[in-house]
């Protein structure tokens, strides 16, 4: 099985969409599309949206429909890693280097978001 772990900062942060502005919105929508992607099918679970600073207002910790929401305690990448050491057939969603060497490291394998945006629902 294959488990999709997505660095939802830098996923939301590839868009020029002024998700700066509001950091809580752009994260509740963007875990709106990433459900509805998983929904319709193009997306197989489990797919785990990580959190962390100010973007975990935007969505709770939870795990519905396939799409569990995990909020770092701290930094986002040590919690992507974690998630990367205990679980084999991971894919990691990111375009940040160091993370993407730390998680390969584990054997995980890396795509970047024009991969995971490509999959997304209108």
């Known amino acids: 099985m294959t488990v999709l772990v997505i660095d939802a900062a830098n996923v939301v942060g590839s868009r020029?969409?002024?998700?700066?502005?509001?950091?809580?919105?752009?994260?509740?929508?963007?875990l709106e599309e990433v459900g509805a992607t998983v929904s319709a099918g193009r997306?197989?679970?489990p797919v785990t949206l990580v959190l962390e600073g100010r973007a975990r207002a935007g969505a709770d910790e939870s795990d519905v429909g396939g799409v569990e929401v995990v909020h770092?305690?701290?930094?986002?990448?040590?919690t992507i890693v974690a998630i990367a050491e205990a679980h084999r057939g991971v894919v990691v969603v990111t375009a940040d280097r160091r993370?993407?060497?730390?998680?390969?490291?584990?054997?995980?394998e890396v795509v970047g978001p024009r991969w995971l945006l490509d999959q997304l629902v209108d």
């Open 16 to 30: 020029p969409t002024g998700w700066w502005r509001d950091r809580a919105g752009a994260t509740r929508r963007f």
């Open 43 to 45: 997306l197989h679970p």
């Open 99 to 108: 993370l993407a060497d730390r998680v390969r490291a584990t054997d995980a």
């Open 72 to 78: 770092a305690p701290g930094e986002g990448d040590d």
